[in-house]
């Protein structure tokens, strides 16, 4: 079996970092770099687990600019980014290229939208992709050549998630995905859904409909309290599914390539950050 490619949410491995981290781990200025620190162990973690052929760090805009046009309350709660962390932001891409990893934006578009386009082409080309990060928004990619690693709180490492493990979370295929967060909405992107439809009523119309189209059409055969919000929702909720459909990106496969330790001890000790120089050297 060939060897995955690894796709990192990198704006979420930073913020996990950054948070679950302590602020007294600083470099050589004097800053925190909890956030570094964190995001490139669990990208080793995962790199010596599953062994991928090359890593893809992956960031974007806090809000696709698609987005925020059709519903301006996407991300509109999520605060400002602390400046600690905004300092560890700047330099992460260097860190991550010195280790030989790709490291990709977009200007309009989020780390998701990536993260799901590389899957998709590494699909095409009869690879397999894993996409490492904590939004299950992604569940909507897991197929037989594409698995989630779920990062969750208070555990080393991420859980795999794959068609299978979708359907015993939310009852769906990964393919409902974005119709099962139009109707049962999700608090993290601001969006708040179909009033009074929660994840099981969500999961029993998509199992019974098979997608959001298909509902609204049948609304009138549903209980009042749904029929009401399918039908006085019905414009809505397709925008809520289009925001949380992924976007595809035109991308380059990109080729194999190895984490040279060697190149990213050294940037990790000109951050100060040499106890994981250390480990990228095999010294602890």
């Given at each position: 079996?060939?060897?995955?490619l690894?796709?990192?949410?990198?704006p979420?491995?930073l913020?996990r970092?950054?948070?679950?981290?302590?602020?007294?781990?600083k470099?050589?200025?004097?800053?925190p770099?909890?956030?570094?620190?964190g995001s490139?162990?669990?990208?080793?973690w995962?790199?010596?687990?599953?062994?991928?052929?090359?890593?893809?760090?992956?960031?974007?805009?806090?809000?696709?600019?698609?987005?925020?046009?059709?519903y301006?309350?996407y991300h509109?709660?999520?605060?400002?980014?602390?400046?600690?962390?905004?300092?560890?932001?700047?330099?992460?891409?260097?860190l991550?290229?010195?280790?030989?990893?790709?490291?990709?934006?977009?200007?309009?578009?989020?780390?998701?939208?990536l993260?799901?386009?590389?899957?998709?082409?590494?699909?095409?080309?009869?690879?397999?992709?894993?996409?490492?990060?904590?939004?299950?928004?992604?569940?909507?990619?897991?197929?037989?050549?594409v698995?989630?690693?779920?990062?969750?709180?208070?555990?080393?490492?991420?859980?795999?998630?794959?068609?299978?493990?979708?359907?015993?979370?939310?009852?769906?295929?990964?393919?409902?995905?974005?119709?099962?967060?139009?109707?049962?909405?999700?608090?993290?992107?601001?969006?708040?859904?179909?009033?009074?439809i929660?994840?099981k009523?969500?999961?029993?119309?998509?199992?019974?409909?098979?997608?959001?189209?298909?509902?609204?059409l049948?609304?009138?055969?549903?209980?009042p309290?749904?029929?009401?919000?399918?039908?006085?929702?019905?414009?809505?909720?397709?925008?809520?599914?289009?925001?949380?459909?992924?976007?595809?990106?035109?991308l380059?496969?990109?080729?194999?390539?190895?984490?040279?330790?060697e190149?990213?001890?050294?940037?990790a000790?000109?951050?100060?950050m040499?106890?994981?120089?250390?480990?990228?050297?095999g010294?602890?």
């Open positions: 079996m060939s060897a995955p690894l796709l990192c949410d990198t979420g491995l913020y970092g950054f948070f679950a981290l302590p602020d007294s781990i470099g050589a200025e004097g800053r770099v909890n956030a570094l620190v490139v162990n669990m990208t080793l995962c790199i010596e687990k599953y062994q991928p052929r090359a890593v893809v760090m992956c960031f974007g805009q806090e809000s696709a600019s698609y987005r925020v046009e059709a301006p309350d509109a709660a999520r605060p400002e980014m602390p400046e600690d962390l905004a300092w560890q932001w700047e330099r992460a891409p260097a991550y290229e010195a280790l030989g990893w790709t490291v990709l934006g977009h200007d309009d578009l989020e780390a998701d939208d993260m799901g386009s590389f899957a998709a082409l590494e699909t095409e080309h009869g690879g397999r992709s894993l996409i490492l990060t904590a939004d299950r928004d992604m569940f909507q990619c897991a197929n037989d050549s698995t989630i690693l779920l990062q969750k709180a208070r555990q080393q490492g991420p859980d795999e998630v794959g068609p299978e493990q979708v359907r015993e979370i939310y009852g769906i295929d990964p393919s409902q995905v974005p119709d099962f967060i139009a109707l049962r909405g999700d608090p993290s992107d601001g969006l708040p859904g179909a009033k009074g929660g994840a009523t969500a999961a029993d119309i998509l199992q019974r409909k098979g997608d959001l189209e298909h509902a609204i049948g609304a009138i055969r549903e209980k309290a749904v029929r009401k919000s399918l039908i006085e929702q019905a414009a809505e909720l397709r925008m809520f599914r289009d925001i949380a459909t992924l976007r595809s990106v035109p380059e496969r990109p080729a194999d390539r190895g984490t040279d330790g190149a990213g001890a050294a940037a000790e000109a951050l100060g040499n106890r994981l120089a250390r480990r990228l050297r010294e602890s």
